[in-house]
T-cell receptor
Framework: SQQGEEDPQALSIQEGENATMNCSYK?????LQWYRQNSGRGLVHLIL?????REKHSGRLRVTLDTSKKSSSLLITASRAADTASYFC???????????FGKGTMLLVSP | NAGVTQTPKFQVLKTGQSMTLQCAQD?????MYWYRQDPGMGLRLIYY???????DKGEVPNGYNVSRLNKREFSLRLESAAPSQTSVYFC??????????????FGPGTRLTVL
């Protein structure tokens, strides 16, 4: 079963706007990762946030983690057409060494 | 560095045929993974190998076998393909022998259709 579930399933915005995607998970985690997938390509790692961190930044990306609500959000500021992709959260369950990916959010950024 | 490479990129099989998907990485990573991606299902782990000489089942291992040939190569075999195995297959690798802080590096994928 899927550990992480992204919301919304699809998001359409204009260039320059901010995009926010959410991920909810079911069991306690050590870390949560976000990946991006451009159409027809493999996934690319964006950012990792540990369970004892609440917020992390990387360039135009901001990730938050609320372990009490078992949720995370990915914010992309000042979106560009090149940000058009699917975004996945990936979680681990304590004691396991593999990642479980959610179903993803498809982001479309229009010029 | 090529990173993670996969062959073939596309394949069409008839039901009952067999084939092997090849994956290689040149990053000296210890762990390697095979996923399948279906529309609306996200990525699901088929098998993984935390180190050379070891393999473990993932979420959806039925109908597949794997071989960790050496540290660089991890192959996925379909012994008798079924239409339900039509999917995009991704290989990935990570530096350490598993562990939740590992970043996974993905190959470009193999698009498999089983008729």
């Amino acid at each position: 079963s899927q550990q992480g579930e992204e919301d919304p399933q699809a998001l359409s915005i204009q260039e320059g706007e901010n995009a926010t995607m959410n991920c909810s998970y079911k069991t306690s985690i050590n870390n949560l990762q976000w990946y991006r997938q451009n159409s027809g390509r493999g996934l690319v790692h964006l950012i990792l946030i540990r369970s004892n961190e609440r917020e992390k930044h990387s360039g135009r990306l901001r990730v938050t983690l609320d372990t009490s609500k078992k949720s995370s959000s990915l914010l992309i500021t000042a979106s560009r057409a090149a940000d058009t992709a699917s975004y996945f959260c990936a979680t681990d369950a304590r004691g396991y060494s593999t990642l479980t990916f959610g179903k993803g959010t498809m982001l479309l950024v229009s010029p | 560095n090529a990173g993670v490479t996969q062959t073939p990129k596309f394949q069409v099989l008839k039901t009952g045929q067999s084939m092997t998907l090849q994956c290689a990485q040149d990053m000296n990573h210890n762990s390697m993974y095979w996923y399948r991606q279906d529309p609306g299902m996200g990525l699901r782990l088929i098998y993984y190998s935390a180190s050379e000489g070891t393999t473990d089942k993932g979420e959806v291992p039925n109908g597949y076998n794997v071989s960790r040939l050496n540290k660089r190569e991890f192959s996925l075999r379909l012994e008798s393909a079924a239409p339900s195995q039509t999917s995009v297959y991704f290989c990935a690798s990570s530096l350490n022998s598993g562990g939740s802080t590992d970043t996974q590096y993905f190959g470009p994928g193999t698009r498999l259709t089983v008729l």
